[in-house]
């Protein structure tokens, strides 16, 4: 017994961690519960067992949820309750731990309990239990007190929870897999973190020494700084500055002081020091409360200083810096998908339909016919099943949803309330009971049709029955508008299967379910966990609201989840720790941080992954993207089209002379097209169809039918053998190129090139022939006339070709005839039409004074990026401004700076500086009308209007110019006085207000981000409906659940309304600091008493509802909201407020992240592309970043200077030189002012230091590189000048100490160096250095999108100082938030972008009378404007918030995946580009960064690592590199990209990686390398050959010397054409080489010349891919080329001579048009009477007489 056990115990422990599921083996990460030994306590590994102990887990976390003090307060019973439950589960999980003890072993054992993580997990968890036990014993017995901080021991009991879900924690993958994916996930998240603390830790050394301790207040005169009240405080609390050049100064009576505060007293915020400064930039980097820190540093020091800190903090850390996290888990998020996609299931279309279709065929027509799948299963008769599935009755179903929807809305409460008494059976109610009981009756009655069981198939059948459950429970009475609420509203769900976009939408997003729901349950367990932890954590202090109970912990967990007043949850909970506040800080801090940066972007993640295409549907759509371009182009737009629909009428020339007079001008086409051929649109083998299409046949018919084939068919045993063969190699090049989304890495060889090279060679094996090649265009007999089978065979694969081989030549030539198509329509419409393109019909089409417009406006600086000559490109300093004075012409320069002077000229306008009374406004507008006038004129004289092709109004740009002109022509004009609210003269002040969306029409980048905009509406539309709708639905509920009952008395004393009259003393906010009141009285006044709603929102009706729901979507506002439902409703109704914000918040936002992102992939061209594509995108561009390294290579010996350079290269030398750069900066923790003189004198003395030793690293580095190859390094001249800087400011420190003068100059001068040094270490992490690379690269890519965001901002800061310039201050509006200047509404909207606090800026603009006055003109009235202020508001914050922020986080993606690749990719990492910059520094002596082409064979030798190539072994991949470069680029110098660019093509799969023109333009480059250099390689051994046979020839051979030297002479201008003559059938099948010998016919290597009348030339260049340059020679051979190609593919062995024509592989000859006297010139030389028409027979006759010779 004891033998048989061990080895089925070792077997499993060997495999304990892989199960088998469905074939698929899971890894399992759960715990084992396998091991047992014992029959005795079998029990433990029983699944009920199992399932007990998750529920006892349950128990325990529901009982430390309820063990708090307050919650004892409340029952002390639950104390005895806790305490017995706790013991048992205590009990039962140490039972457990004892089992699994005597299983495994405590120590010893193939598995001992304290080696395994889950056992220690259990036996810490048990540990936990005791000791909670023994506390709770001592609590109950007085030993030790409810509010003791010997609770805080229970923290760790909620993880018990994790019980409940690691058993699920298997996966359809191996376990080292997906520790990989994990580690990857986890190293790139790390160095993401690493990133962002490095810019707080930027941010919080310039905010200590910018700003430094803020403790100025306005106080009252004569107040003791050490002893301050609220009552000596300025009301409300102000900031100042001592200094009176800037910042805010006290008014009359009040003094700016310093006070002495601790830090609990004024707060935890600040700029005191480096740990409280990082802090604070942390808190303003979340977009909370970051405003009103600002406003603190502009009242205190320069607003300018305040401004430009603050506005950078937030875009590069909120808005750059942290969308990174993004980009992470999307990229992480991505590759588990495509992993675990078995495991979430597929993303398949919906099934969710009754019934089935096929297609039947009718006579002539197809149409889809439904079949009911469950009519056999009902009861109802036929009849009625008919009824069921016919339109009409789910069409009046869906009609009854929304008539019931209207309803619900339509209830509205007015007056002051709801009573709680009311009657709420009211007409309402009995209409709410009629829909209920026609929806019961519509479920019973598809019950009675389909039956109970077909029924209930559907889930969204199920989904009905709930709701008609549901609902007939909430129309009763006690019931009804209560908590059942939610399923009336849940009807409107089911309007959208009347919207099959919608649906589909929605499916598209949400399905399949298992991600996003195991997301929300992941989220949900966290949110739980934290809670729980954190109630045990703080539920020792005393009258504490936020972690009193476990509903208030969950609350404030879900506060800071939802980044929304979470730091008013930490500060709060760091005043009532005392002393522990820094732990408080960190520990809520690292829970933010977790939960916003990944938590979040998880969602965003999952549902963009939703978006996210298959591979196999993206190529299709890159196909039907194609096709969709193609027929586009060739319609001309609907005003050119015009001109079709009248008579032609061209104009006609008169002859007064002779035709030899003169000759004649060209018939027009159109004329002549009547007469030619007409257009034949047949289907012609793809092989003939050539790169020119000619729409017009004027000569001969052309036959366009290949005729058939000469040749008879054989038996059948050869044809299926042929198909066989053929299915074989389909289905093998299928797997080859379907074989998943990461790039083939075959085992063996470590060279990527090698690997690729045989990948490739094995395709094209597999593949056959190569399409074209001569092989297939042989005839189909031999010269004996026997068949010949390979040809059938070979035309048979030509014909099962896949698609890709000619579906881009066919798209090609569709593109090519679109063009054609449309330049003829506009020819024949010049034509035929005298007024088409005549500019106002009356500018002559070809009038010199158009011409002379015309140049005017098509006047452009044309910058030359290459040499005309070589067609090298042109490295210039100034390149960048070169193509940005191309960008647009002269004349929409000039208007781009007229338009930028006039937007300045409307900045200095405000309700009080008005255009109408300021001369010197009236002169700028003057100059704008007065240009854009010549401007319009210029472009209508010389393009036309409306109906020519160039006209100014053929899009929306040129209608926006045409209504921005008129309008500001009627407005310069009218100039009104007297402007009145809402009057026509203020609407043309706001259609004014245009003016500088009109930069968008002139600069092309500019209107393409506003196509990028407007291209995804649709899909963004479909998202403001979900969200709407979702709103819609919780109105409803708001308005008959918690309408009329929000109303209250402004008097927190007064509970009733009756009693809510007269006044009292309202209490007004001082300062959030935590000082003593004083002893004067609280500050106040006295109010009326008032029986109302909230300030800012209520549920009354409909409108109100959905106002209030936006403003909780937001985010901004939902904590008021939240509170007073709970205050004046109750708790339980808190769960509607968190439900929404969790549905609206976590699902939907992220849905408006997820379509703009996926709408900027589609129009960069990235949407469609696969995995590989994607990477290959990435490395071009990684490529094209990369430069050549500019540090001499290593001296050779063991000389002084190789061991400086070694110094230098050493880790250890770079690791110091780091730490010394954060030793220095660690001086910045404190502020350096002179007012303490000391301290900076000592702490720049220690920076001196440092500097002395930067200036040692700076010599030894030139004496190691030498000074010339120091200074080719940019890192290195920046370094030495900063080290140069630091040595002027040494001198000037102890100059100005000397002298005891005031250095705050000096001391801004010496920080600024240091800060300059810290950015430095982003250049010495190669992690820091990739992420910074990928958010400098962003901030450029999108320079065009925040030039855009600001012209939005600037429009809208405009239309702001109209409507709300002269509102009067409210609770948020006034004096640092206003909109009187347009700088303040630029500083306010930025402020609202943020979402800080815009809600309640929008309510203080809506301001109406009696709270203000109306008075004659808009701008002496202080009231606002309802209606305009939402939708002014509304507008601006879903553009910009919602949509264009968004566009960031999109670009910083897609630069994310371009820098920060891994070193599992299969294409190029940065090691591999790391290499190749060491080897190319090697070779480039010069550091030019170009060689010569020869010294590009020395260079790959010397490669090594994974783009290393063994020449013995690949000997001929190195030729093929080799001749590339020759050839691409003549002999000529190559460039550092050109040589990586050629290995990056080399090391990867280009039938993945490639689209389809790039990977078409490769392939035909690669076969043309090939065919030249099996060329160059058969040529030279002919030589040889040549040479030894006429040496050994006898005399009488000597009559071939005529064809030796023909020979010599076509092979140096490359005229050889060859063919290999097919032996046999069995040879054109590679399947027959397997099967029995073949008996050769001829020998092998027997090639045949063709008959010398065929035309032969030199073939062209190779097609070069589009990445590659081509030289101008080549350039121009290209366009006279017709293509032919060829193969060549055998080999020729005679004892000692051999030629291996295999290795050629596919040989691509060309033939080139020439002229007759050219074509004399080659016959020549190739025809004479002693040249043989059959050199199969020459070849044999000299390799006889050359065996005769040796013998």
Same mark, same amino acid.
Request: aromatic content about 12%; hydrophobic content about 45%; proline content about 4%.
């Given at each position: $017994?004891?033998?048989?056990?061990?080895?089925?115990?070792?077997?499993?422990?060997?495999?304990?961690?892989?199960?088998?599921?469905?074939?698929?083996?899971?890894?399992?990460?759960?715990?084992?519960?396998?091991?047992?030994?014992?029959?005795?306590?079998?029990?433990?590994?029983?699944?009920?067992?199992?399932?007990?102990?998750?529920?006892?887990?349950?128990?325990?976390?529901?009982?430390?949820? &309820?063990?708090?003090?307050?919650?004892?307060?409340?029952? /002390?019973?639950?104390?005895?309750?806790?305490? =017995?439950?706790?013991?048992?589960?205590?009990?039962?999980?140490?039972?457990?731990?004892?089992?699994?003890?005597?299983?495994?072993?405590?120590?010893?054992?193939?598995?001992?309990?304290?080696?395994?993580?889950?056992?220690?997990?259990?036996?810490?968890?048990?540990?936990?239990?005791?000791?909670? @036990?023994?506390?709770?014993?001592?609590?109950?017995?007085?030993?030790?007190?409810?509010?003791?901080?010997?609770?805080?021991?229970?923290?760790?009991?909620?993880?018990?929870?994790?019980?409940?879900?690691?058993?699920?924690?298997?996966?359809?993958?191996?376990?080292?897999?997906?520790?990989?994916?994990?580690?990857?996930?986890?190293?790139?998240?790390?160095?993401?973190?690493?990133?962002?603390?490095?810019?707080?830790?930027?941010?919080?050394?310039?905010?200590?020494?910018?700003?430094?301790?803020?403790?100025?207040?306005?106080?009252?005169?004569?107040?003791?700084?050490?002893?301050?009240?609220?009552?000596?405080?300025?009301?409300?609390?102000?900031?100042?500055?001592?200094?009176?050049?800037?910042?805010?100064?006290?008014?009359?009576?009040?003094?700016?002081?310093?006070?002495?505060?601790?830090?609990?007293?004024?707060?935890?915020?600040?700029?005191?020091?480096?740990?409280?400064?990082?802090?604070?930039?942390?808190?303003?980097?979340?977009?909370?409360?970051?405003?009103?820190?600002?406003?603190?540093?502009?009242?205190?020091?320069?607003?300018? &200083?305040?401004?430009?800190?603050?506005?950078?903090?937030?875009?590069?850390?909120?808005?750059?810096?942290?969308?990174?996290?993004?980009?992470?888990?999307? +990229?992480?998020?991505?590759?588990?998908?495509?992993?675990?996609?078995?495991?979430?299931?597929?993303?398949?279309?919906?099934?969710?339909?009754?019934?089935?279709?096929?297609?039947?065929?009718?006579?002539?027509?197809?149409?889809?016919?439904?079949?009911?799948?469950?009519?056999?299963?009902?009861?109802?008769?036929?009849?009625?099943?008919?009824?069921?599935?016919?339109?009409?009755?789910?069409?009046?179903?869906?009609?009854?949803?929304?008539?019931?929807?209207?309803?619900?809305?339509?209830?509205?409460?007015?007056?002051?309330?709801?009573?709680?008494?009311?009657?709420?059976?009211?007409?309402?109610?009995?209409?709410?009971?009629?829909?209920?009981?026609?929806?019961?009756?519509?479920?019973?009655?598809?019950?009675?049709?389909?039956?109970?069981?077909?029924?209930?198939?559907?889930?969204?059948?199920?989904?009905?029955?709930?709701?008609?459950?549901?609902?007939?429970?909430?129309?009763?009475?006690?019931?009804?508008?209560?908590?059942?609420?939610?399923?009336?509203?849940?009807?409107?769900?089911?309007?959208?299967?009347?919207?099959?976009?919608?649906?589909?939408?929605?499916?598209? /997003?949400?399905?399949?379910?298992?991600?996003?729901?195991?997301?929300?349950?992941?989220?949900?367990?966290?949110?739980?966990?934290?809670?729980? =932890?954190?109630?045990?954590?703080?539920?020792?202090?005393?009258?504490?609201?936020?972690?009193?109970?476990?509903?208030?912990?969950?609350?404030?967990?879900?506060?800071?989840?939802?980044?929304?007043?979470?730091?008013?949850? $930490?500060?709060?909970?760091?005043?009532?720790?005392?002393?522990?506040?820094?732990?408080?800080?960190?520990?809520?801090?690292?829970?933010?941080?977790?939960?916003?940066? /990944?938590?979040?972007?998880?969602?965003?993640?999952?549902?963009?992954?939703?978006?996210?295409?298959?591979?196999?549907?993206?190529?299709?759509?890159?196909?039907?993207?194609?096709?969709?371009?193609?027929?586009?182009?060739?319609?001309?737009?609907?005003?050119?089209?015009?001109?079709?629909?009248?008579?032609?009428?061209?104009?006609?020339?008169?002859?007064?002379?002779?035709?030899?007079?003169?000759?004649?001008?060209?018939?027009?086409?159109?004329?002549?097209?009547?007469?030619?051929?007409?257009?034949?649109?047949?289907?012609?083998?793809?092989?003939?169809?050539?790169?020119?299409?000619?729409?017009?046949?004027?000569?001969?018919?052309?036959?366009?039918?290949?005729?058939?084939?000469?040749?008879?068919?054989?038996?059948?045993?050869?044809?299926? !053998?042929?198909?066989?063969?053929?299915?074989?190699?389909?289905?093998?090049?299928?797997?080859?190129?379907?074989?998943?989304?990461?790039?083939?890495?075959?085992?063996?060889?470590?060279?990527?090139?090698?690997?690729?090279?045989?990948? #490739?060679?094995?395709?094209?094996?597999?593949?056959?022939?190569?399409?074209?090649?001569?092989?297939?265009?042989?005839?189909?007999?031999?010269?004996?006339?026997?068949?010949?089978?390979?040809?059938?065979?070979?035309?048979?694969?030509?014909?099962?070709?896949?698609?890709?081989?000619?579906?881009?030549?066919?798209?090609?030539?569709?593109?090519?005839?679109?063009?054609?198509?449309? *330049?003829?329509?506009?020819?024949?419409?010049?034509?035929?039409?005298?007024?088409?393109?005549?500019?106002?019909?009356?500018?002559?089409?070809?009038?010199?004074? !158009?011409?002379?417009?015309?140049?005017?406006?098509?006047?452009?600086?044309?910058?030359?990026?290459?040499?005309?000559?070589?067609?090298?490109?042109?490295?210039?300093?100034?390149?960048?401004?070169?193509?940005?004075?191309?960008?647009?012409?002269?004349?929409?320069?000039?208007?781009?700076?007229?338009?930028?002077?006039?937007?300045?000229?409307?900045?200095? +306008?405000?309700?009080?500086?008005?255009?109408?009374?300021?001369?010197?406004?009236?002169?700028?507008?003057?100059?704008?009308?007065?240009?854009?006038?010549? +401007?319009?004129?210029?472009?209508?004289?010389?393009?036309?209007?409306?109906?020519?092709?160039?006209?100014?109004?053929?899009?929306?740009?040129?209608?926006?110019?045409?209504?921005?002109?008129?309008?500001?022509?009627?407005?310069?004009?009218? $100039?009104?006085?007297?402007?009145?609210?809402?009057?026509?003269?203020?609407?043309?002040?706001?259609?004014?207000?245009?003016?500088?969306? !009109?930069?968008?029409?002139?600069?092309?980048?500019?209107?393409?981000?506003?196509?990028?905009?407007? #291209?995804?509406?649709?899909?963004?539309?479909?998202?403001?409906?979900?969200?709407?709708?979702?709103?819609?639905?919780?109105?409803?509920?708001?308005?008959?659940?918690?309408?009329?009952?929000?109303?209250?008395?402004?008097?927190?004393?007064?509970?009733?309304?009756?009693?809510?009259?007269?006044?009292?003393?309202?209490?007004?906010?001082?300062?959030?600091?935590?000082?003593?009141?004083?002893?004067?009285?609280?500050?106040?006044?006295?109010?009326?008493?008032?029986?109302?709603?909230?300030?800012?929102?209520?549920?009354?009706?409909?409108?109100?509802?959905? &106002?209030?729901?936006?403003?909780?979507?937001?985010?901004?506002?939902?904590?008021?909201?939240?509170?007073? =439902?709970?205050?004046?409703?109750?708790?339980?109704?808190?769960?509607?407020?968190?439900?929404?914000?969790?549905?609206?918040?976590?699902?939907?936002?992220?849905?408006?992240?997820?379509?703009?992102?996926?709408?900027?992939?589609?129009?960069?061209?990235?949407?469609?592309?696969?995995?590989?594509?994607?990477?290959?995108?990435?490395?071009?561009?990684?490529?094209?970043?990369?430069?050549?390294?500019?540090?001499?290579?290593?001296?050779?010996?063991?000389?002084? !200077?190789?061991?400086?350079?070694?110094?230098?290269?050493?880790?250890?030398?770079?690791?110091?030189?780091?730490?010394?750069?954060?030793?220095?900066?660690?001086?910045?923790?404190?502020?350096?002012?002179?007012?303490?003189?000391?301290?900076?004198?000592?702490?720049?003395?220690?920076?001196?230091?440092?500097?002395?030793?930067?200036?040692?690293?700076?010599?030894?580095?030139?004496?190691?590189?030498?000074?010339?190859?120091?200074?080719?390094?940019?890192?290195?001249?920046?370094?030495?000048?900063?080290?140069?800087?630091?040595?002027?400011?040494?001198?000037?420190?102890?100059?100005?100490?000397?002298?005891?003068? +005031?250095?705050?100059?000096? %001391?801004?001068?010496?920080?600024?160096?240091?800060?300059?040094?810290?950015?430095? =270490?982003?250049?010495?992490?190669?992690?820091?250095?990739?992420?910074?690379?990928?958010?400098?690269?962003?901030?450029?890519?999108?320079?065009?999108?925040?030039?855009?965001?600001?012209?939005?901002?600037?429009?809208?800061?405009?239309?702001?100082?109209?409507?709300?310039?002269?509102?009067?201050?409210?609770? %948020?509006?006034?004096?640092?938030?206003?909109?009187?200047?347009?700088?303040?509404?630029?500083?306010?909207?930025?402020?609202?972008?943020?979402?800080?606090?815009?809600?309640?800026?929008?309510?203080?603009?809506?301001?109406?009378?009696?709270?203000?006055?109306?008075?004659?003109?808009?701008?002496?009235?202080?009231?606002?404007?309802? *209606?305009?202020?939402?939708?002014?508001?509304?507008?601006?914050?879903?553009?910009?918030?919602?949509?264009?922020?968004?566009?960031?986080?999109?670009?910083?993606?897609?630069?994310?995946?371009?820098?920060?690749?891994?070193?599992?990719?299969?294409?190029?990492?940065?090691?591999?580009?790391?290499?190749?910059?060491?080897?190319?520094?090697?070779?480039?002596?010069?550091?030019?960064?170009? /060689?010569?082409?020869?010294?590009?064979?020395?260079?790959?030798?010397?490669?090594?690592?994974?783009?290393?190539?063994?020449?013995?072994?690949?000997? @001929?991949?190195?030729?093929?590199?080799?001749?590339?470069?020759?050839?691409?680029?003549?002999?000529?110098?190559?460039?550092?990209?050109?040589?990586?660019?050629?290995? *990056?093509?080399?090391?990867?799969?280009?039938?993945?990686?490639?689209?389809?023109?790039?990977?078409?333009?490769?392939?035909?480059?690669?076969?043309?390398?090939?065919?030249?250099?099996?060329?160059?390689?058969?040529?030279?051994?002919?030589?040889?050959?040549?040479?030894?046979?006429?040496?050994?020839?006898?005399?009488?051979?000597?009559?071939?010397?005529?064809?030796?030297?023909?020979?010599?002479?076509?092979?140096?201008?490359?005229?050889?054409? &060859?063919?290999?003559?097919? *032996?046999?059938?069995?040879?054109?099948?590679?399947?027959?080489?397997?099967?029995?010998?073949?008996?050769?016919?001829?020998?092998?290597?027997?090639?045949?010349?063709?008959?010398?009348?065929?035309?032969?030339?030199?073939?062209?260049?190779?097609?070069?891919?589009?990445?590659?340059?081509?030289?101008?020679?080549?350039?121009?051979?290209?366009?006279?080329?017709?293509?032919?190609?060829?193969?060549?593919?055998?080999?020729?062995?005679?004892?000692?001579?051999?030629?291996?024509?295999?290795?050629?592989?596919?040989?691509?000859?060309?033939?080139?048009?020439?002229?007759?006297?050219?074509?004399?010139?080659?016959?020549?030389?190739?025809?004479?009477?002693?040249?043989?028409? %059959?050199?199969?027979?020459?070849?044999?006759?000299?390799?006889?007489?050359?065996?005769?010779?040796?013998?």
């Amino acid at each position: $017994m004891q033998t048989t056990f061990v080895p089925a115990l070792s077997k499993m422990l060997v495999n304990r961690k892989t199960s088998f599921k469905d074939s698929h083996p899971l890894s399992d990460f759960g715990p084992d519960e396998n091991l047992n030994d014992n029959a005795d306590i079998d029990w433990v590994n029983k699944s009920w067992v199992r399932g007990l102990l998750r529920f006892c887990a349950f128990v325990s976390l529901v009982s430390v949820s &309820l063990n708090t003090p307050e919650m004892f307060t409340i029952s /002390i019973h639950l104390m005895y309750i806790t305490f =017995i439950f706790d013991l048992i589960v205590t009990f039962l999980f140490s039972a457990e731990m004892i089992a699994k003890m005597h299983i495994r072993g405590i120590v010893k054992g193939e598995a001992p309990y304290i080696k395994d993580r889950w056992c220690q997990f259990d036996g810490f968890m048990v540990l936990c239990l005791w000791m909670s @036990l023994i506390l709770q014993v001592f609590e109950m017995t007085n030993i030790v007190e409810m509010y003791s901080y010997w609770s805080i021991m229970r923290f760790p009991r909620p993880l018990i929870l994790i019980r409940l879900f690691r058993e699920k924690l298997k996966f359809q993958l191996p376990k080292q897999r997906i520790n990989t994916i994990f580690k990857r996930s986890r190293n790139q998240i790390f160095n993401v973190t690493t990133f962002f603390l490095f810019f707080m830790s930027l941010y919080g050394i310039l905010g200590v020494q910018f700003f430094g301790e803020l403790k100025n207040h306005c106080v009252k005169n004569g107040t003791d700084p050490s002893n301050v009240t609220k009552a000596d405080l300025m009301i409300p609390d102000y900031y100042c500055s001592t200094n009176s050049d800037y910042g805010y100064h006290c008014t009359k009576g009040m003094v700016c002081m310093q006070l002495e505060l601790s830090n609990v007293q004024r707060g935890f915020d600040g700029f005191d020091e480096f740990i409280t400064s990082f802090f604070t930039v942390y808190e303003a980097a979340s977009q909370e409360g970051w405003v009103f820190l600002m406003y603190r540093a502009i009242d205190s020091l320069y607003a300018e &200083l305040a401004f430009v800190y603050f506005i950078t903090l937030i875009f590069i850390l909120a808005w750059l810096v942290k969308n990174i996290f993004i980009a992470v888990i999307i +990229e992480s998020f991505a590759e588990i998908r495509v992993q675990f996609q078995q495991m979430w299931g597929s993303r398949g279309s919906a099934t969710d339909s009754d019934s089935s279709q096929v297609i039947q065929c009718e006579g002539n027509t197809w149409k889809m016919v439904l079949i009911d799948e469950n009519k056999a299963k009902g009861w109802a008769p036929p009849f009625f099943q008919k009824i069921l599935c016919s339109n009409f009755f789910h069409t009046f179903f869906l009609l009854l949803i929304f008539a019931n929807a209207i309803t619900g809305a339509a209830l509205s409460f007015k007056g002051q309330g709801q009573a709680p008494g009311s009657n709420k059976l009211d007409g309402f109610y009995y209409a709410e009971l009629a829909f209920t009981v026609l929806f019961d009756l519509e479920a019973v009655f598809k019950i009675w049709c389909l039956g109970f069981q077909g029924y209930k198939k559907r889930p969204f059948h199920k989904f009905e029955l709930l709701l008609a459950v549901g609902n007939t429970l909430h129309v009763v009475p006690p019931l009804y508008r209560g908590h059942c609420t939610y399923f009336q509203v849940l009807r409107i769900v089911r309007l959208m299967k009347a919207s099959p976009m919608l649906e589909d939408f929605c499916f598209k /997003i949400f399905g399949p379910g298992k991600k996003l729901g195991h997301l929300i349950l992941f989220t949900m367990c966290l949110l739980i966990i934290a809670s729980s =932890i954190s109630l045990q954590l703080f539920c020792n202090i005393r009258n504490f609201d936020k972690f009193g109970r476990f509903d208030q912990a969950f609350m404030s967990m879900f506060q800071i989840l939802a980044n929304k007043g979470w730091t008013e949850v $930490m500060q709060i909970t760091m005043w009532k720790t005392d002393r522990f506040y820094p732990i408080v800080a960190i520990y809520f801090i690292f829970y933010h941080l977790f939960v916003t940066l /990944i938590v979040i972007s998880s969602f965003v993640a999952v549902i963009l992954d939703n978006l996210e295409l298959d591979e196999d549907i993206k190529k299709l759509k890159q196909l039907k993207a194609r096709e969709q371009v193609t027929e586009s182009q060739q319609k001309l737009p609907m005003r050119l089209r015009v001109f079709t629909k009248f008579p032609n009428h061209p104009q006609m020339v008169y002859l007064y002379k002779i035709p030899s007079d003169f000759s004649l001008s060209p018939v027009r086409d159109s004329f002549l097209r009547h007469f030619s051929t007409p257009e034949m649109n047949l289907t012609v083998d793809i092989q003939e169809i050539t790169e020119e299409n000619t729409m017009v046949v004027k000569f001969s018919p052309v036959k366009l039918v290949r005729q058939d084939v000469g040749g008879s068919k054989s038996g059948g045993a050869m044809e299926k !053998r042929s198909g066989i063969t053929l299915i074989v190699r389909d289905s093998a090049q299928q797997k080859m190129q379907v074989c998943g989304s990461t790039q083939l890495v075959p085992t063996g060889p470590k060279s990527l090139l090698s690997q690729q090279y045989q990948l #490739r060679m094995g395709r094209r094996s597999m593949r056959g022939s190569r399409p074209g090649s001569l092989k297939t265009r042989s005839t189909g007999a031999k010269e004996n006339g026997d068949i010949n089978l390979g040809t059938i065979t070979s035309s048979i694969v030509n014909r099962t070709r896949t698609p890709d081989d000619y579906d881009i030549k066919v798209w090609q030539q569709r593109k090519q005839q679109a063009e054609i198509k449309r *330049s003829q329509q506009e020819d024949d419409l010049r034509e035929n039409h005298p007024l088409f393109d005549t500019p106002l019909f009356s500018v002559g089409r070809e009038s010199r004074f !158009r011409k002379i417009c015309q140049m005017i406006v098509n006047a452009q600086y044309k910058y030359t990026l290459g040499d005309p000559i070589t067609g090298k490109e042109l490295n210039s300093k100034y390149k960048r401004i070169y193509k940005l004075l191309g960008l647009v012409t002269y004349l929409d320069w000039v208007m781009i700076m007229v338009t930028i002077l006039s937007c300045i000229s409307m900045a200095f +306008e405000t309700p009080k500086r008005r255009i109408m009374n300021t001369p010197e406004l009236q002169i700028a507008e003057y100059a704008f009308v007065i240009c854009m006038s010549i +401007e319009m004129g210029l472009k209508v004289l010389a393009n036309g209007f409306f109906f020519t092709p160039k006209g100014i109004v053929k899009d929306f740009g040129g209608m926006l110019n045409i209504f921005i002109y008129a309008v500001s022509v009627i407005f310069l004009f009218w $100039m009104p006085e007297d402007v009145k609210r809402d009057s026509p003269g203020q609407v043309f002040m706001l259609l004014r207000c245009l003016r500088p969306l !009109r930069i968008f029409v002139l600069i092309p980048h500019m209107r393409k981000v506003v196509y990028e905009f407007i #291209r995804g509406f649709k899909e963004i539309i479909l998202v403001s409906v979900l969200l709407v709708v979702l709103m819609f639905m919780f109105a409803i509920y708001g308005v008959h659940v918690l309408g009329g009952k929000l109303h209250k008395c402004n008097d927190p004393y007064i509970t009733t309304k009756e009693d809510c009259k007269g006044r009292f003393f309202q209490k007004v906010f001082v300062t959030k600091m935590k000082i003593p009141n004083g002893t004067e009285s609280d500050a106040g006044f006295f109010v009326p008493r008032t029986w109302s709603n909230p300030y800012n929102f209520n549920f009354d009706n409909i409108g109100s509802a959905m &106002l209030a729901l936006f403003e909780v979507l937001s985010l901004e506002g939902w904590l008021e909201v939240r509170d007073v =439902i709970i205050e004046r409703v109750g708790l339980d109704h808190a769960i509607y407020v968190h439900v929404f914000v969790f549905m609206g918040y976590m699902i939907g936002l992220t849905l408006f992240v997820g379509v703009v992102i996926a709408n900027y992939s589609e129009n960069k061209g990235t949407a469609l592309l696969t995995v590989d594509q994607r990477r290959w995108l990435d490395l071009k561009g990684r490529i094209k970043l990369a430069q050549p390294l500019h540090i001499p290579p290593r001296p050779d010996g063991t000389s002084f !200077r190789a061991k400086m350079y070694d110094i230098t290269q050493h880790k250890k030398f770079k690791a110091a030189t780091v730490f010394l750069i954060l030793v220095n900066c660690g001086l910045l923790a404190v502020p350096w002012k002179s007012s303490d003189a000391h301290r900076t004198f000592i702490l720049g003395s220690i920076s001196a230091v440092c500097t002395l030793l930067f200036l040692c690293e700076v010599v030894i580095k030139m004496i190691a590189l030498t000074l010339k190859g120091y200074w080719t390094s940019r890192r290195n001249r920046f370094d030495m000048l900063l080290t140069f800087l630091g040595v002027i400011w040494i001198i000037l420190h102890f100059i100005f100490n000397l002298t005891r003068q +005031e250095g705050d100059a000096n %001391n801004v001068f010496g920080v600024i160096i240091i800060v300059l040094r810290f950015c430095t =270490i982003c250049g010495k992490h190669a992690a820091l250095k990739m992420l910074t690379q990928t958010v400098v690269m962003s901030v450029l890519k999108s320079f065009f999108i925040i030039t855009g965001m600001f012209l939005l901002i600037l429009f809208y800061a405009y239309l702001g100082v109209i409507l709300f310039g002269t509102v009067k201050h409210g609770n %948020n509006l006034g004096r640092q938030a206003n909109f009187e200047t347009t700088p303040m509404a630029i500083a306010l909207l930025f402020r609202i972008v943020t979402g800080e606090d815009w809600n309640k800026i929008m309510h203080d603009c809506m301001v109406a009378p009696p709270f203000c006055t109306i008075e004659g003109n808009f701008w002496e009235s202080d009231c606002g404007n309802a *209606s305009a202020s939402i939708v002014y508001f509304f507008s601006f914050y879903i553009i910009i918030t919602y949509i264009v922020l968004n566009l960031l986080v999109a670009i910083i993606m897609e630069n994310f995946s371009l820098f920060y690749s891994n070193e599992e990719d299969a294409l190029l990492n940065y090691n591999d580009i790391r290499n190749f910059q060491n080897t190319w520094n090697i070779v480039d002596v010069n550091r030019k960064g170009v /060689i010569p082409v020869r010294r590009v064979k020395f260079l790959l030798r010397l490669l090594k690592g994974r783009l290393e190539v063994d020449l013995e072994k690949e000997r @001929l991949v190195f030729k093929h590199m080799c001749y590339e470069m020759e050839r691409l680029h003549a002999g000529m110098d190559v460039s550092f990209h050109d040589v990586i660019s050629m290995l *990056s093509y080399r090391s990867v799969d280009i039938c993945k990686s490639l689209q389809l023109e790039e990977l078409l333009a490769r392939q035909e480059l690669e076969y043309t390398i090939e065919e030249e250099v099996a060329k160059q390689t058969i040529r030279n051994w002919l030589d040889s050959c040549l040479k030894r046979i006429r040496a050994k020839a006898p005399p009488q051979q000597k009559e071939h010397t005529n064809l030796i030297s023909n020979l010599r002479a076509t092979n140096e201008q490359h005229l050889f054409t &060859l063919t290999e003559q097919p *032996s046999s059938a069995a040879e054109s099948s590679e399947d027959n080489r397997n099967e029995s010998p073949v008996v050769r016919t001829r020998k092998k290597g027997m090639v045949e010349l063709q008959p010398p009348n065929i035309l032969v030339q030199p073939p062209p260049p190779p097609t070069q891919s589009p990445t590659m340059r081509t030289s101008p020679r080549v350039e121009k051979e290209r366009p006279t080329l017709k293509k032919r190609s060829g193969r060549l593919s055998s080999g020729s062995n005679y004892k000692g001579l051999t030629v291996n024509l295999s290795q050629t592989s596919e040989i691509k000859s060309e033939t080139l048009t020439v002229s007759p006297l050219q074509k004399t010139f080659t016959e020549s030389i190739l025809i004479g009477e002693n040249v043989s028409t %059959n050199i199969q027979s020459w070849w044999g006759d000299q390799f006889s007489q050359q065996h005769e010779h040796e013998n």
